[in-house]
């Protein structure tokens, strides 16, 4: 299923704060390695393959919904990349500007 063509989430991944979305993405990646280990453990499973398919249908809104969480946080850090580098500039400028005046007025 690609992205664009993904349900809307049941909620906004926007409003979550950084430790709720971290925690989401955390308790998503256990429940799905939970359905994938069961299914490697389940006795009654006949088929590995058959266990294994099952486990993936199960996990596919969960694996979905991850991918929602970490294209929002892919986004904020991105942003904050933005933002440090835009600082750093600025103080670089700045740094070079004031170097260049304190050289001006000695000389």
């Given at each position: ?22 925690a989401r993405l955390r308790?998503?990646r256990q429940a799905a ?60 400028i700045g740094g070079g ?11």
């Amino acid at each position: 299923m690609s992205r664009e063509r993904a349900a809307a989430p049941r909620f906004d991944p926007a409003a979550l704060s950084n430790a709720e979305l971290d925690a989401r993405l955390r308790a998503l990646r256990q429940a799905a390695f939970d359905l994938f280990e069961h299914a490697a453990q389940s006795v009654d499973a006949r088929d590995d393959r058959t266990a294994h398919a099952r486990a993936e249908r199960k996990a596919a809104p969960l694996i979905e919904e991850a991918r929602l969480l970490n294209d929002e946080r892919v986004r904020r850090l991105r942003a904050r990349a933005r933002r440090w580098r835009t600082a750093a500039t600025a103080t670089a400028i700045g740094g070079g500007t004031v170097v260049l005046a304190l050289v001006a007025m000695r000389g």
